[in-house]
């Protein structure tokens, strides 16, 4: 058994039929494995406090030296002589819940259950671009304040956005707590500070409304955008409805003989919606060839996908900085224009 040096290792020849391992001289239980693949990685043996056998695979050879793999072999056996069992403790860390996992739980069990559908897509995209890129590789029990924290501060150009993200994550925790995955009380998004939130209200003047109309007759006549974003659109000016409620819109939810729109669905519960003249016409138009007053590309799927048709359409009118929310608040100015 020679000490394993960098240019023993180097030099030791492959065995294409199985595994072996070569022990160290200095160190008893301190040892290199070495694969027929030409792997070697470094180990230490030991018996635990019932008398089992354990190996601890340390590292590979050439992301850390043998000089490296010998010192924390000398701490993982220093470990075992006070009693504990590093092979099985390291086990038992792989096996905890990440925040990526706590993620698919809080889905499948609290927001698809409990949530409407709008806000589920709300928390998966949150989910997808903000939270596990940062932390979803985190163990859930090990996530600290320092790492919320730093979450929201990275998100501090859109505060709105960041404090969203901050109350998701403040749910997905407390739950942990209910689920046993943290202790009572441990939630890491406590004491972390809301920015503040500028409540932005923008309405279209009815110079801005007359244009954002010509620019959709020009591209219906042009027929550069599709007939639902086009509808889309038009509604929402002229119903005050939100986007989702628009967009989810059944002709079944549609009386055209009283004028109006029963939402069983909405937000805020179940409401009906008068119709005015204009945007009665605007659904009079419409083919009835799907349930759906806005139908998909998709058999059987509703529209989907409004927001690149509204920058190219917002774009054409002139009205760069205009939400798709935004035209909710100027259907006030609409109703008093008609």
Same mark, same amino acid.
């Given at each position: 058994?020679?000490?394993?040096?960098?240019?023993?290792?180097?030099?030791?020849?492959?065995?294409?039929?199985?595994?072996?391992?070569?022990? #160290?001289?200095?160190?008893?239980?301190?040892? $290199? !494995?070495? =694969? +027929?693949?030409?792997?070697?990685?470094? %180990?230490?043996?030991?018996?635990?406090?019932?008398?089992?056998?354990?190996?601890?695979?340390?590292?590979?050879?050439?992301?850390?030296?043998?000089?490296?793999?010998?010192?924390?072999?000398?701490?993982?056996?220093?470990?075992?002589?006070?009693?504990?069992?590093?092979?099985?403790?390291?086990?038992?860390?792989?096996?905890?819940?990440?925040?990526?996992?706590?993620?698919?739980?809080?889905?499948?069990?609290?927001?698809?259950?409990?949530?409407?559908?709008?806000?589920?897509?709300?928390?998966?995209?949150?989910?997808?671009?903000?939270?596990?890129?940062?932390?979803?590789?985190?163990?859930?029990?090990?996530?600290?304040?320092? #790492?919320?924290?730093?979450?929201?501060?990275? $998100? !501090?150009? =859109? +505060?709105?956005?960041?404090?969203?993200? %901050?109350?998701?994550?403040?749910?997905?925790?407390?739950?942990?707590?209910?689920?046993?995955?943290?202790?009572?009380?441990?939630?890491?998004?406590?004491?972390?500070?809301?920015?503040?939130?500028?409540?932005?209200?923008?309405?279209?003047?009815?110079?801005?409304?007359?244009?954002?109309?010509?620019?959709?007759?020009?591209?219906?006549?042009?027929?550069?955008?599709?007939?639902?974003?086009?509808?889309?659109?038009?509604?929402?000016?002229?119903?005050?409805?939100?986007?989702?409620?628009?967009?989810?819109?059944?002709?079944?939810?549609?009386?055209?003989?009283?004028?109006?729109?029963?939402?069983?669905?909405?937000?805020?519960?179940?409401?009906?919606?008068?119709?005015?003249?204009?945007?009665?016409?605007?659904?009079?138009?419409?083919?009835?060839?799907?349930?759906?007053?806005?139908?998909?590309?998709?058999?059987?799927?509703?529209?989907?996908?409004?927001?690149?048709?509204?920058?190219?359409?917002?774009?054409?009118?002139?009205?760069?900085?205009?939400?798709?929310?935004?035209?909710?608040?100027?259907?006030?100015?609409?109703?008093?224009?008609?």
């Amino acid at each position: 058994m020679p000490r394993l040096t960098k240019r023993i290792v180097d030099r030791i020849e492959v065995d294409r039929a199985r595994d072996f391992i070569l022990w #160290d001289s200095d160190l008893p239980g301190f040892g $290199l !494995r070495v =694969k +027929p693949s030409e792997v070697r990685s470094y %180990l230490v043996q030991y018996r635990n406090a019932h008398g089992r056998s354990r190996r601890l695979t340390i590292g590979r050879h050439g992301v850390i030296t043998p000089d490296e793999a010998r010192r924390q072999a000398r701490l993982a056996l220093a470990d075992v002589s006070r009693g504990q069992d590093p092979a099985s403790e390291r086990k038992a860390r792989r096996s905890l819940p990440t925040l990526a996992d706590l993620a698919d739980r809080y889905l499948a069990e609290h927001a698809r259950p409990k949530k409407k559908p709008r806000s589920v897509e709300e928390d998966e995209r949150m989910l997808r671009l903000y939270v596990l890129p940062a932390l979803g590789h985190h163990e859930v029990v090990n996530v600290t304040r320092p #790492d919320v924290g730093k979450l929201h501060h990275d $998100l !501090r150009e =859109k +505060p709105i956005r960041a404090n969203r993200v %901050l109350a998701l994550m403040s749910k997905m925790f407390t739950l942990a707590e209910q689920w046993g995955l943290r202790p009572d009380g441990s939630n890491p998004c406590r004491h972390v500070e809301h920015y503040r939130e500028s409540k932005r209200e923008r309405f279209l003047s009815s110079g801005e409304l007359a244009r954002l109309g010509e620019a959709l007759a020009e591209v219906q006549r042009q027929q550069t955008e599709s007939g639902p974003a086009i509808a889309a659109i038009r509604l929402l000016v002229l119903t005050g409805c939100r986007r989702s409620e628009i967009l989810r819109l059944r002709w079944e939810h549609v009386d055209f003989e009283r004028r109006c729109l029963r939402l069983s669905d909405s937000k805020t519960g179940a409401r009906t919606v008068p119709l005015n003249e204009h945007a009665w016409v605007v659904l009079s138009e419409l083919e009835r060839a799907s349930e759906w007053v806005l139908p998909g590309a998709k058999p059987g799927a509703p529209f989907v996908g409004l927001t690149r048709p509204w920058h190219r359409i917002r774009s054409q009118a002139g009205l760069e900085d205009v939400r798709l929310h935004d035209l909710r608040h100027s259907f006030a100015s609409v109703a008093a224009g008609s």
